[in-house]
């Protein structure tokens, strides 16, 4: 017996509710931006980061890994640069972003920019850093009272641990780039570094 219009319009509509009612028989929801493949690094990483993307940068002088003192002024305005901000010699983490950095090590020094690693530690641990992972294109400075890390809310209230933060200036002393977390395990990737050097040239 063929079926008639009435019968197969309701058999449609419970088949459709039926659907409804089964979690995943839908469509999924699209990925969020920063979760889909292939997405370029943003230009910032966080609701905060981005409060510093295009902002000015004002120059600090602090002592690097040999004692000697380093004024950023003399790199400001002429080359790009990239501010590393880390926790210090004895973390984890920040040997690992230091591996990266080793890692892409030809690209950095080929683009050109002066790479500044910055802890609140001495030069002992910082020359300890440096040499571990053989980064002598990158300058180790001591920000011991945290004076240059306070101008990127790289400080920790009541603590002299700073913040993980990178950023890349361009040679216009703006910042072009800007990463930081909540989260001190995640850091800014060079990939992420990289790209925004090319936007800086």
């Not at 063929?2 to 999924?28: V, W």
């Not at 004024?71 to 590393?84: C, H, Q, R, W």
């Not at 002299?160 to 909540?182: D, F, H, Q, R, W």
Request: proline share 6%.
């Amino acid at each position: 017996m063929i079926p008639s219009p009435k019968t197969i319009t309701i058999a449609t509509f419970l088949a459709l509710s039926a659907c409804i009612a089964i979690p995943g028989c839908t469509n999924p929801e699209p990925l969020a931006p920063a979760q889909s493949a292939g997405v370029s690094a943003p230009v910032a990483d966080s609701v905060a980061a981005s409060e510093w993307v295009g902002r000015t940068v004002k120059s600090f002088t602090l002592p690097d890994s040999d004692g000697n003192t380093v004024s950023l002024a003399d790199t400001l305005g002429k080359e790009p640069i990239v501010l590393i901000f880390y926790r210090g010699n004895w973390c984890p983490f920040c040997h690992a972003q230091m591996d990266e950095i080793t890692a892409a090590k030809d690209k950095l020094a080929a683009s050109g920019a002066g790479v500044f690693a910055i802890s609140n530690e001495d030069a002992t641990a910082l020359k300890a850093m440096r040499d571990r992972h053989k980064l002598d294109f990158v300058t180790f400075l001591s920000d011991a009272k945290g004076e240059a890390a306070k101008q990127f809310g790289g400080t920790y209230p009541g603590e002299a641990t700073l913040k993980p933060v990178t950023l890349v200036i361009g040679k216009n002393s703006k910042v072009v780039y800007a990463y930081t977390n909540e989260d001190y395990q995640k850091r800014a990737t060079t990939q992420a570094v990289l790209d925004a050097l090319a936007r800086a040239r």
